[in-house]
């Protein structure tokens, strides 16, 4: 007999609850845009929530699960479990293409390309703002270790590069 393991109905609801936390260094992203949020399911009477942070020693990582475990627990959805798990590594590939375009429109250039494309991972950086990729690296590291710092030589103006991890 072949049975087809169902998904409680919870759990779209228990996503959507969770597209409402913003990554705080990135307010315009949520932790499901970044992909941190890698399962949730039914764990006994309550829930378990698979969190990867984008590096392990991210300061917002505490924070974070604090407010996964206040919203869910706020909407009904309890006890709640929230498991780290740093294998495999968080990457820049796991965020969507809409969290790409609203990281450019918020003024920090996107990652370009996949963290397998290293060879697309170091050209040029487009302007989050006019556009060019006549842009030049100031700084490895830019307002996080996750980013690093650009100039536009066309409109003069720094960005953020969002890294392509």
């Known amino acids: 007999m072949n049975v087809t393991r169902l998904q409680p ?84 590939d796991w965020m969507n293409a809409d969290a790409r375009e609203r990281l450019r429109q918020y003024g920090v250039a996107p990652p370009q390309g996949h963290t397998c494309d290293r060879p697309h991972a170091h050209g040029p950086v487009a302007c989050p703002r006019c556009g060019s990729t006549h842009s030049e690296k100031i700084s490895e590291f830019g307002s996080t270790a996750c980013k690093a710092l650009y100039r536009c030589c066309d409109c003069r103006e720094p960005f953020d590069y969002f890294k392509c991890i």
């Open 9 to 92: 109905a919870e759990i779209p609801q228990i996503w959507h609850c969770l597209q409402q936390i913003s990554d705080p260094e990135l307010p315009v992203l949520s932790i499901t845009d970044l992909g941190m949020v890698r399962n949730v399911a039914r764990d006994g009477s309550g829930w378990r929530v698979t969190f990867t942070p984008t590096y392990s020693g991210c300061p917002a990582t505490e924070f974070l699960l604090n407010a996964i475990e206040q919203r869910l627990t706020a909407a009904g959805f309890s006890p709640v479990r929230v498991d780290i798990r740093l294998s495999p590594a968080w990457t820049t």
